[in-house]
């Protein structure tokens, strides 16, 4: 059986810079607090506590689904709002690159095969 501790935590991380990101550092660019992206940093948080507490019980792959939907969406919705109209930064390719891994990371942990025999 392989060691799959690395993959939870690069989860772990990936998320809760994902979560800072969006709920802490992008409000104080602003100067004020954001809905959108207050909502979208509980949302990382809320799935990773899913994922992590592995509730609810015997759906822990439909919690996979889910966290990597939802960062698809949060990737699809800054390409349309900042990439197509020229407002990327360096913090926006640097929360996207991180918000990749975490669906690679996602998509390995899902493949593990207590996750499988779960199905």
């Known amino acids: 059986m392989r060691n799959t501790a690395y ?11 994902t979560a800072y990101v969006h709920g802490i550092l992008l409000n104080q660019q602003m100067g004020h607090i954001d809905p959108l992206f207050t909502l979208n940093a509980l949302g990382y948080l809320a799935l990773l506590v899913a994922l992590i507490a592995q509730w609810p019980k015997g759906r822990l792959a439909l919690v996979h689904y889910a966290f990597i939907a939802f ?8 390409v349309i709002l900042n990439l197509l109209r020229g407002n990327a930064d360096a913090l926006g390719y640097a929360t996207k690159a991180a918000e990749l891994l975490l669906i690679i990371f996602l998509y390995l942990h899902l493949k593990r095969p207590q ?3 779960a199905l």
């Open 115 to 117: 996750v499988q025999s």
């Open 71 to 78: 960062t698809a969406v949060t990737i699809l919705a800054w």
């Open 7 to 17: 993959i939870r935590w690069a989860i772990v991380i990936l998320t809760l810079f």
